[in-house]
C-alpha cells in the first residue's frame, strides 16, 4: 500500500506472483488486524475466560468430545454416549481437530487448573487460526494480483468480521480449520497451475484430503478445483501432463492415508452420506486414475474434441462410482434425517436457512452478507477479462470458487463464512488497481484504499444498515449460560428431557444425559423427546418414566414460540410454555430462573 508505482489495471490483473514487497508493511498490517480483532471481540473473551460459556452447540459437543477423549475414549470412538444413551449417538465429526485441541489443553493443564487450561484452549486454538486465515488471504491476493494487494487483503479479512463468526473466540469446532484449509488448498492450487510449479498441486491435493478427513463441508469447492485440471487438458493438450500427475500423485497418496487414519478398519467398505466414507474415497481414487489416464493418452488425443471427450469421460467415471455405491448421497447429505426433525429443527436453525429468508426480519445483514462477496466475484471475473495466460486462468478458477459459494449461500446462510474470505482477495486487488490509478496522488492511495475497503466490507455495511432484531436469539441464549444450568449440575445424574438447542450446553456444562441434541444423526433421541413434548400431558408421564427420563427442563426465556408448541397447542411443552406444569412434575428452579427444571414425582 505504500509503494508508490502506478500500473494500470490491466497490468495488475495480469501480474505474476511477486515476492513481498519489502515497502509493503504486511506483518504490521497483520499484527494490527489481529489486534483489532481482538480488541471487537473482547466481550466474548471475557465470558468464555470468566464463566467458561459455550456460544454455540457445536462448541459444547465438540468440548464434549475433547475431554471423553482426553479421559481415554479411544480415537476411533466418537460415539457421545451421554447424548440418548444408552447406545448412543456416532458423530459424523472425526478426530482430527481434537489433535491440536488436546494438545494445547494438556499445554495449558501445566500451570493451569483444568477448567481454566480447556477456557485458555478455547480462546487462542480460534485466535491461531484466524492469524492464519488473515495471513493466507493476503498469500491469496499476493498469489492473484502482485505484492501490493497483499495488505489490504488482510486489512478486508479483517473487515469480514471472521471473529465474529467461526473465528469467534470460544470456537473450537470444525468450521474454522476448515475454512483456513479451503483458503490454503486454493493458494497452492494456483501456484501448481504454472507448469514450472506443478508440484505444488500435490500440497494443495493434501490438504484437500485432510479437509475431508475432518468433514465434508469444502466438497463444492473441491469439485471445482479438481474438475479445473481436466478442462486445462481439454484445452492445453500434452502440456498439462505434469499438472495432472501431480495432483492426482498427491491424492492418490493423501486420501488414503487420512482414510486409514480416521476410519476402523472395520468400516473401511461402508458408505454414508454425511462424512468421508468408502463411496467418497473410491470416487476420489478413480477420480485421480483418471487423470493419471489423461496424462499417459495426451499424446495420442492430438484433437479438442478428442480430449473433451476424454475428459467427460473422466468425470462420468467418478461420478458414476458414487452412483453405484451411494446413490441416495447425490443431492441432500441429510437424507437420513426424519421429515418431522427437519420441520421441528432444522428448518428453524439460521445459519441453514436461505440467505433471501431471513431478509423480511434482517435486510441489512442480508445485503452486508451478500455484497461484499458479489463485489469481489464482479472483481476477479472483470480481473480475468483483462488478464491473459496463467493470471487469467487464476482469476477463472477463483471467480468460479466464489460463485460456486455464493451460489450455495444463497441455499445455506453459513457458506458466506466460508466463501466470503476468497472473494476478500480479488476485491483487495480491484481496489488497488482502482487506487494506482495515475491521476490518484501516491500521497491519498494507501489513505483511499482503506477507506474503500471499509465501505464496501461486511462490517462496513453492517455498521451502516439495520441489522434487525436479535431479542429472540438473546433470550435463549439466557437458558443456555453456565450461570443457567448451574443448579441442574448440582443434581444427581439422570436423564434429561429438554428441546434440541439445550442438549449439547447440557452435556458439556452438566453430569447429565440428554435424548435431544441439534444433530441430524440423532433422529431416535430427538423424535423421542419431540414425541413427548408434543404428547399431552396427561400421557407424556408414561412415555418418560418408560424412558428413564428423571428431569424435564425449558427455556422460559425464549420469546418466540417453539415449534413443539406451535405444532401441538395442547402439549406438553405448550402447558410449560404457558408457566404451568403436571402434577407428575416437581419444579426444581428458582421462580425467576431462566431455565426452568422439573423432576419426575416418585410414585407411590
Given at each position: 500500500?505504500?509503494?508508490?508505482?502506478?500500473?494500470?489495471?490491466?497490468?495488475?490483473?495480469?501480474?505474476?506472483?511477486?515476492?513481498?514487497?519489502?515497502?509493503?508493511?504486511?506483518?504490521?498490517?497483520?499484527?494490527?488486524?489481529?489486534?483489532?480483532?481482538?480488541?471487537?471481540?473482547?466481550?466474548?473473551?471475557?465470558a468464555?475466560?470468566?464463566?467458561?460459556?459455550?456460544?454455540?452447540?457445536?462448541?459444547?459437543?465438540?468440548?464434549?468430545?475433547?475431554?471423553?477423549?482426553?479421559?481415554?475414549?479411544?480415537?476411533?470412538d466418537?460415539?457421545?454416549?451421554?447424548?440418548?444413551p444408552?447406545?448412543?449417538?456416532p458423530?459424523?465429526?472425526?478426530?482430527?481437530?481434537?489433535?491440536?485441541?488436546?494438545?494445547l489443553?494438556?499445554?495449558?493443564?501445566?500451570?493451569?487448573?483444568?477448567?481454566?487450561?480447556?477456557?485458555?484452549?478455547?480462546?487462542?486454538?480460534?485466535?491461531?487460526?484466524?492469524?492464519?486465515?488473515?495471513?493466507?488471504?493476503?498469500?491469496?491476493?499476493?498469489?492473484?494480483s502482485?505484492?501490493?494487494?497483499r495488505?489490504?487483503?488482510?486489512?478486508?479479512?479483517m473487515?469480514?468480521g471472521?471473529?465474529?463468526?467461526?473465528?469467534?473466540?470460544?470456537r473450537?469446532?470444525h468450521?474454522?480449520?476448515?475454512?483456513?484449509?479451503?483458503a490454503a488448498?486454493?493458494?497452492?492450487?494456483?501456484?501448481?497451475?504454472?507448469?514450472?510449479?506443478?508440484?505444488?498441486?500435490a500440497?494443495?491435493?493434501?490438504?484437500?484430503a485432510?479437509?475431508?478427513a475432518?468433514?465434508l463441508?469444502?466438497?463444492?469447492?473441491f469439485?471445482?478445483?479438481?474438475?479445473?485440471?481436466?478442462?486445462?487438458?481439454?484445452?492445453?493438450?500434452?502440456?498439462?501432463?505434469?499438472?495432472?500427475?501431480w495432483?492426482?500423485?498427491?491424492?492418490?497418496?493423501?486420501?488414503?492415508?487420512?482414510?486409514?487414519a480416521i476410519?476402523?478398519?472395520?468400516?473401511?467398505?461402508a458408505?454414508?452420506?454425511?462424512?468421508?466414507?468408502?463411496?467418497?474415497?473410491a470416487?476420489?481414487?478413480?477420480?485421480a486414475?483418471?487423470?493419471?489416464?489423461?496424462?499417459?493418452?495426451?499424446?495420442w488425443?492430438?484433437?479438442?474434441?478428442?480430449?473433451?471427450?476424454?475428459?467427460?469421460?473422466?468425470?462420468?467415471?467418478t461420478?458414476?462410482?458414487?452412483?453405484?455405491?451411494?446413490?441416495?448421497?447425490?443431492?441432500?447429505p441429510?437424507?437420513?434425517l426424519?421429515?418431522?426433525?427437519?420441520?421441528?429443527?432444522?428448518?428453524?436453525?439460521?445459519e441453514?436457512k436461505?440467505?433471501?429468508?431471513?431478509?423480511?426480519?434482517?435486510?441489512?445483514?442480508?445485503v452486508a452478507?451478500?455484497?461484499?462477496?458479489?463485489?469481489?466475484?464482479?472483481?476477479?471475473?472483470?480481473?480475468?477479462?483483462?488478464a491473459?495466460?496463467?493470471?487469467?486462468?487464476?482469476?477463472?478458477?477463483?471467480?468460479?470458487?466464489?460463485a460456486?459459494?455464493?451460489?450455495?449461500?444463497l441455499?445455506?446462510?453459513r457458506?458466506?463464512?466460508s466463501?466470503?474470505?476468497?472473494?476478500?482477495?480479488?476485491?483487495?486487488?480491484?481496489i488497488?488497481?482502482?487506487?494506482?490509478?495515475?491521476?490518484?496522488t501516491?500521497?491519498?492511495?494507501?489513505?483511499?484504499?482503506?477507506?474503500?475497503?471499509?465501505?464496501v466490507?461486511?462490517?462496513?455495511l453492517?455498521?451502516?444498515?439495520?441489522?434487525?432484531d436479535?431479542?429472540?436469539?438473546?433470550?435463549?441464549?439466557?437458558?443456555l449460560?453456565?450461570?443457567?444450568?448451574a443448579?441442574?449440575?448440582e443434581?444427581?445424574?439422570?436423564?434429561v428431557?429438554?428441546?434440541?438447542?439445550?442438549?449439547?450446553?447440557?452435556?458439556?456444562?452438566?453430569?447429565?444425559?440428554?435424548?435431544?441434541?441439534p444433530?441430524?444423526?440423532?433422529?431416535?433421541?430427538?423424535?423421542f423427546?419431540?414425541?413427548?413434548?408434543?404428547?399431552?400431558?396427561?400421557?407424556?408421564?408414561?412415555?418418560?418414566?418408560?424412558?428413564?427420563?428423571?428431569?424435564?427442563?425449558?427455556?422460559?426465556?425464549?420469546?418466540?414460540?417453539?415449534?413443539?408448541?406451535?405444532?401441538?397447542?395442547?402439549?406438553?411443552?405448550?402447558?410449560?410454555?404457558?408457566?404451568?406444569?403436571?402434577?407428575?412434575?416437581?419444579?426444581?428452579?428458582?421462580?425467576?430462573?431462566?431455565?426452568l427444571?422439573?423432576?419426575?414425582?416418585?410414585?407411590?
Amino acid at each position: 500500500m505504500t509503494d508508490c508505482a502506478t500500473p494500470d489495471a490491466r497490468s495488475v490483473a495480469g501480474r505474476q506472483e511477486a515476492t513481498t514487497d519489502s515497502r509493503s508493511p504486511v506483518g504490521l498490517v497483520l499484527l494490527l488486524s489481529l489486534l483489532c480483532a481482538a480488541a471487537l471481540s473482547f466481550s466474548r473473551t471475557e465470558a468464555v475466560w470468566r464463566t467458561g460459556a459455550f456460544f454455540d452447540s457445536d462448541d459444547a459437543m465438540r468440548a464434549v468430545q475433547l475431554r471423553d477423549f482426553l479421559a481415554g475414549q479411544s480415537w476411533f470412538d466418537v460415539i457421545v454416549y451421554r447424548l440418548d444413551p444408552p447406545g448412543g449417538l456416532p458423530m459424523h465429526w472425526s478426530r482430527i481437530v481434537d489433535v491440536p485441541l488436546a494438545g494445547l489443553d494438556l499445554l495449558f493443564s501445566r500451570f493451569l487448573a483444568p477448567e481454566y487450561a480447556e477456557r485458555a484452549m478455547r480462546l487462542v486454538f480460534p485466535f491461531l487460526l484466524l492469524a492464519a486465515l488473515f495471513a493466507v488471504v493476503g498469500w491469496l491476493a499476493a498469489i492473484l494480483s502482485g505484492p501490493r494487494a497483499r495488505s489490504l487483503a488482510i486489512w478486508l479479512a479483517m473487515l469480514s468480521g471472521a471473529m465474529f463468526l467461526q473465528f469467534a473466540p470460544g470456537r473450537i469446532d470444525h468450521h474454522a480449520p476448515q475454512i483456513v484449509t479451503l483458503a490454503a488448498s486454493l493458494c497452492f492450487f494456483l501456484q501448481g497451475l504454472d507448469a514450472t510449479r506443478a508440484n505444488r498441486l500435490a500440497a494443495s491435493a493434501a490438504l484437500m484430503a485432510l479437509s475431508f478427513a475432518i468433514s465434508l463441508e469444502n466438497l463444492p469447492f473441491f469439485a471445482v478445483m479438481m474438475a479445473a485440471l481436466p478442462l486445462l487438458f481439454v484445452f492445453e493438450g500434452a502440456a498439462a501432463r505434469g499438472r495432472l500427475l501431480w495432483l492426482a500423485g498427491g491424492a492418490l497418496v493423501a486420501f488414503p492415508a487420512f482414510y486409514a487414519a480416521i476410519i476402523p478398519s472395520v468400516r473401511y467398505f461402508a458408505s454414508v452420506c454425511d462424512a468421508f466414507s468408502f463411496a467418497h474415497i473410491a470416487a476420489l481414487c478413480v477420480g485421480a486414475f483418471s487423470l493419471i489416464a489423461l496424462a499417459l493418452a495426451a499424446p495420442w488425443l492430438p484433437t479438442f474434441r478428442a480430449r473433451l471427450l476424454a475428459a467427460g469421460g473422466a468425470g462420468l467415471a467418478t461420478l458414476s462410482t458414487v452412483h453405484l455405491l451411494a446413490p441416495h448421497c447425490i443431492g441432500d447429505p441429510l437424507v437420513g434425517l426424519d421429515p418431522l426433525i427437519r420441520d421441528l429443527w432444522l428448518s428453524h436453525v439460521a445459519e441453514a436457512k436461505p440467505l433471501l429468508a431471513l431478509f423480511p426480519k434482517a435486510p441489512g445483514i442480508v445485503v452486508a452478507t451478500a455484497a461484499p462477496v458479489t463485489l469481489g466475484l464482479a472483481a476477479a471475473a472483470v480481473l480475468a477479462w483483462r488478464a491473459d495466460g496463467l493470471a487469467r486462468r487464476r482469476w477463472l478458477l477463483t471467480a468460479a470458487l466464489v460463485a460456486v459459494g455464493f451460489a450455495a449461500g444463497l441455499r445455506q446462510l453459513r457458506v458466506f463464512s466460508s466463501v466470503t474470505p476468497l472473494a476478500m482477495a480479488p476485491l483487495a486487488a480491484a481496489i488497488v488497481a482502482l487506487v494506482e490509478r495515475p491521476r490518484v496522488t501516491a500521497v491519498l492511495r494507501a489513505p483511499l484504499a482503506a477507506f474503500l475497503a471499509i465501505l464496501v466490507s461486511p462490517i462496513g455495511l453492517a455498521l451502516a444498515l439495520p441489522s434487525g432484531d436479535d431479542s429472540e436469539a438473546d433470550g435463549e441464549r439466557a437458558c443456555l449460560t453456565p450461570q443457567a444450568l448451574a443448579p441442574l449440575a448440582e443434581m444427581a445424574q439422570t436423564r434429561v428431557l429438554g428441546s434440541f438447542d439445550l442438549g449439547s450446553h447440557i452435556l458439556a456444562h452438566t453430569p447429565h444425559s440428554v435424548f435431544a441434541a441439534p444433530y441430524h444423526r440423532d433422529n431416535r433421541g430427538n423424535l423421542f423427546a419431540a414425541h413427548a413434548f408434543m404428547t399431552a400431558p396427561e400421557d407424556a408421564e408414561a412415555l418418560l418414566r418408560k424412558a428413564g427420563a428423571g428431569l424435564v427442563v425449558w427455556c422460559a426465556r425464549a420469546k418466540a414460540p417453539s415449534p413443539l408448541v406451535s405444532a401441538a397447542p395442547d402439549g406438553l411443552a405448550a402447558m410449560l410454555a404457558r408457566g404451568e406444569s403436571p402434577a407428575w412434575l416437581e419444579r426444581k428452579s428458582q421462580k425467576d430462573a431462566p431455565l426452568l427444571v422439573f423432576a419426575l414425582r416418585a410414585v407411590k
